[in-house]
Structure formats: C-alpha cells, structure tokens
C-alpha cells in the first residue's frame, strides 16, 4: 500500500514538472523578443540623452557637452548594436532550428520577460 501511494506521488509530482515543457519553445522566443525590445528603447533613451546634452550647451561649453555626451552616446551605440533587429532574428532563427539562446543574452533573461502583459497582447496600448 505504502509503495502505491508513493508512486502515485512521484508520477504527480514529476507529472506537473514536466507539463510546463511543452510550452518553452513559444515562450523562450517571447521572452527573447521582449528582452531585445525593452534594451532598443533603452539605447534609444541613451541615445537621445546624450543628443540633448550636446545640444544644450553654449558656444563655450561646447566641448564640455560633447565630452558629457560621449559616454552614454558609446553606451547607447553598443547596446543598439548588441540588441539589433538583426541580431534578434538570427539569434530567433537559430533557436528555431535547435540552436540554444547564446550565453550572453541566456543572462539577461528574467522572469518579467516570460510574462505577457496587456501592452504585450494589445500593442496599440
């Protein structure tokens, strides 16, 4: 009696491990998706950042607003690049044909990116 009962634990329990499996394709694209697109619109808050700091300053300081500029202008340029459309649909591509997810971007990944929200459903809002 005692070996029934824990097997039938061990198939429930290693039953509900399993289930979410079958899922992790659709939802490992998503969350790849939604990671690339949350750090685009980060290097492009970077990137207007540092526009304006360069723009903002007089004919004197001119050389101070580039040099206050340069920095989150390198950072936004690197993080546009690393986050690319491009580099999401070859990394996208890949992962579909049995390719895993490269270290880097395996990293970044959290649970809020495996989440759908409404502005995720409805993109219009």
Known sequence: MLN???????????????????????DTAFAVHKLFV?????ADALLA???EMAASTTVSGAVS?????AAPAAVGLVKSARYSTQR????????ANG??????VRRKLRRKHFHRTVKDVMPGR
């Open 38 to 42: 949350q750090r685009r619109h980060g």
């Open 65 to 69: 607003g580039l040099v206050a500029g």
């Open 49 to 51: 950042a540092a526009g």
């Open 99 to 104: 390719w895993p997810i490269p270290a880097d």
């Open 4 to 26: 029934i009962k824990f097997l039938m634990l061990s198939v429930l329990v290693w039953g509900g491990i399993a289930l979410p499996v079958h899922g992790q394709g659709r």
């Open 88 to 95: 999401e649909a070859n990394i996208l591509n890949s992962y």
